[in-house]
């Protein structure tokens, strides 16, 4: 099995969770942005983007489907909930939230406010987007209230999907929008020892 990683980029999650899960694994670590900085990498993704996962026949890019893969394909144990548990669907819902409601607003925050020439930036974008972000960041504080993961005292994936995002935004100074909660979580997550190995592979 072999993942496509650049530093800090989405791919952190997957790396996250094979450490998690102790599974071997080779590395690939391609500079970012891979369509400017690495062209060969077209060659094995056409999209160009991270992660991407080749696992014999099996090859994927999306980041959250990645992680789903790799519990069911691997045993996640107690890093996943299973359809008879009755927090399945809530489960479910905030592996997905780490990227549909968190990550993707805040890539295309960074794509119109700093990534694009300037020219072609569109701060109103961002401006407006941000307002979303600080939405979303109050859902995920609601439901911390009284937790110490998202599943309670479980951790699971979906704080792996939302704690990738929670990185975002303390890289790129959204981390000004946390609640305590959301401070005191996101340092938790900080703290485990399979997050600090993944943050250390470059």
Known sequence: M???HSVDTRSLRCVWLLEELGVSYDLDVVPFPPRVKAPEFLAVN??????????????????????????????????????????????????HFGEASLANIQATILRYTLFLPKPQRLPVV????????????KVLDAGL??????????????????????????LFGYQKYFTPAITVYFDRLQSRAAYQA????S
């Open 2 to 4: 072999k993942l496509y």
């Open 46 to 95: 056409p999209l160009g983007t991270l992660p991407y996962l080749v696992d014999g026949d099996t090859k994927m890019s999306e980041s959250v489907a990645i992680l789903e893969y790799l519990l069911n394909r691997y045993d996640g144990g107690e890093l996943r909930l299973t359809p008879d548990e009755a927090d399945y669907g809530s489960w479910l819902n905030w592996m």
């Open 126 to 137: 961002g401006e407006d987007l941000s307002v979303f972000l600080q939405e979303r960041l």
């Open 145 to 170: 209230q009284g937790k110490t993961y998202l599943c309670g005292e479980r951790f699971t994936a979906a704080d792996i999907s939302v704690g990738y995002a929670l990185l975002l935004s303390s």
């Open 198 to 201: 993944a943050r250390a592979k």
